[in-house]
């Protein structure tokens, strides 16, 4: 039973470039949500996707979007890049309807920019 | 605004000394209270949660957290700490309000052998 994948592991990009980071859910999840790990700070929450929307957004410019697709994978883009995006991104997969489950997070994509 | 904070960043311990990692999160009606550990390396690993019931709750590896509603608190603890949990703990609640989750700034636990 596969847990949550992401990919890339690793990206270093220069500032004012776009990324796509991508994400699987756990077999059998429905819902993604997405969250930015500074270093030496907790997850922030970015949003989260479900049935292909997204359902609730966190704090974060319009510069960062998302995407669900019909098999419950999902695509983070973050537009002209900052220094200050530079994080480790998390995916965290989990049911919709089941919110007293708790959410699977992956390995993370960690983003470096020059 | 809703908020968790974890009173220590960074605890040192030697093994076989007892543990508790302070979490308080601001008022916000009904919460689902988690604990979190990332080992190095490591993506992050649910220790425990609360959802309803005995406020006292047992988690994997010996931890335990409990909720006191009173102090909006939810700390964790362990009688005897060993080398093997030198990690990144973060305490996060989910308000009933939404389903996204909210962290603290996390602990970084470091044990010496």
């Known amino acids: 039973d596969a847990g949550v994948t992401q990919s890339p592991t690793h990206l270093i990009k220069t500032r004012g470039q776009q990324v796509t980071l991508r994400c699987s859910p756990k077999s059998g999840h429905d819902t993604v949500s997405w969250y930015q790990q500074a270093l030496g700070q907790g997850p922030q929450f970015i949003f989260q996707?479900?049935?292909?929307?997204?359902?609730q957004r966190g704090n974060f410019p319009d510069r960062f979007s998302g995407h669900q697709f019909p098999n419950y994978s999902s695509e983070l883009n973050v537009n002209a890049l900052l220094l200050g995006d530079s994080a480790l991104y998390l995916c965290?997969?989990?049911?919709?309807?089941?919110?007293?489950?708790?959410?699977?997070f992956g390995d993370g994509t960690r983003l470096s920019i020059l | 605004a809703q908020s968790v904070s974890q009173h220590n960043h960074h605890v040192i311990l030697s093994e076989a000394a007892s543990l508790e990692l302070g979490c308080n999160y601001s008022?916000?009606?009904?919460?689902?209270l988690f604990w979190y550990v990332q080992y190095p390396g490591q993506h992050l690993q649910l220790l425990l949660k609360?959802?309803?019931?005995?406020?006292l709750v047992k988690g994997i590896k010996g931890f335990e957290a409990e909720f006191i509603k009173s102090k909006f608190s939810f700390n964790l603890r362990k009688p005897s700490v060993q080398w093997s949990d030198t990690a990144e703990y973060f305490c996060?609640?989910?308000?009933?309000?939404?389903?996204?989750?909210?962290f603290g700034s996390g602990t970084r636990l470091s044990i010496r052998p």
């Open positions: 996060a609640v989910m308000y009933s309000s939404a389903s996204k989750i909210i």
């Open positions: 609360y959802f309803s019931g005995d406020p």
């Open positions: 008022y916000g009606g009904t919460v689902n």
């Open positions: 996707y479900y049935e292909e929307e997204e359902r």
């Open positions: 965290a997969s989990s049911l919709y309807h089941f919110s007293n489950q708790p959410q699977h």
